[in-house]
């Protein structure tokens, strides 16, 4: 089945330890997004990409980095620098580009990061 | 951006037809109106979306009012599987130099079913 692959589902931080989450999609997305959720609220920007080897920051990239090498992969570290990360982290992908505009986003079932 | 304004929860019984309501007074001409909603622990998956037309799929309808002020989302028959938060989100077209950039979500509409 196409779709949308998130691993772990489950991640454990220590301080000062930068962690990466896997985000891998066989629907040949050219767009590709990263957020992240606290309890009780919406999804926020992390950083979005919308072809290979180029990203952009979203709304709250601070203490993140990603990388967009494969346009099947799309993973997010989380870094040191980010001193609450304890979230939700949901990936999504979309068939959206210039000639095709509001697109439905995809989304993986996350991977649920918790602070040791 | 322009926002959107919904109830913080609204509950509806098994089988019966549920309408979620959501302004957006600030819309504007290029402004798309997207709903997804999310079951608890999961990502959210997307349900309709529309620009002035009303807008029918398998899952739902999307009714806009005349001026795009306000939108419904329309349950035609609630089951228990429909418990979740239901966001609505305004998307406006974004290539005017840009590329493909998120979604602004809020805070939803927890939607409960009673059996």
């Known amino acids: 089945d196409g779709g949308i692959t998130q691993s772990p589902k489950y991640l454990f931080r220590k301080e000062g330890q930068n962690v990466t989450l896997s985000c891998e999609q066989n629907?040949?997305?050219?767009?590709m997004y990263w957020y992240r959720q606290d309890p009780g609220q919406g999804l926020r920007l992390i950083y979005y990409?919308?072809?290979?080897?180029?990203?952009q920051k979203g709304d709250i990239a601070e203490g993140y980095s990603v990388s967009r090498e494969k346009k099947e992969s799309f993973p997010l570290t989380v870094t040191s620098a980010q001193k609450n990360p304890t979230a939700f982290y949901l990936c999504?992908?979309?068939?959206?580009?210039?000639?095709?505009?509001?697109?439905?986003?995809?989304f993986g079932d996350g991977t649920r990061l918790s602070i040791l | 951006d322009a926002k959107t304004t919904q109830p913080n929860s609204m509950e509806s019984n098994e089988e019966e037809p549920v309408h979620l309501p959501c302004n957006h007074s600030?819309?504007?001409?290029?402004?798309?109106i997207h709903w997804y909603r999310q079951l608890p622990s999961q990502g959210p998956e997307y349900v309709i979306h529309?620009?002035?037309s009303n807008v029918n799929n398998r899952m739902a309808s999307l009714a806009i009012a005349e001026d795009r002020k306000s939108s419904t989302l329309i349950l035609h028959r609630a089951t228990l599987r429909d418990a979740a938060v239901y966001y609505c989100?305004?998307?406006?077209?974004?290539?005017?130099?840009?590329?493909?950039?998120?979604?602004?979500f809020g805070k939803g509409t927890h939607l409960i079913i009673q059996p």
């Open positions: 999504a992908s979309s068939i959206e580009s210039r000639r095709r505009q509001n697109q439905p986003q995809h």
């Open positions: 629907l040949n997305h050219d767009a």
């Open positions: 990409s919308q072809i290979v080897n180029d990203f």
């Open positions: 600030t819309i504007s001409g290029t402004d798309y």
């Open positions: 529309g620009l002035t």
């Open positions: 989100i305004l998307r406006p077209v974004t290539y005017s130099g840009g590329g493909a950039d998120g979604l602004t």
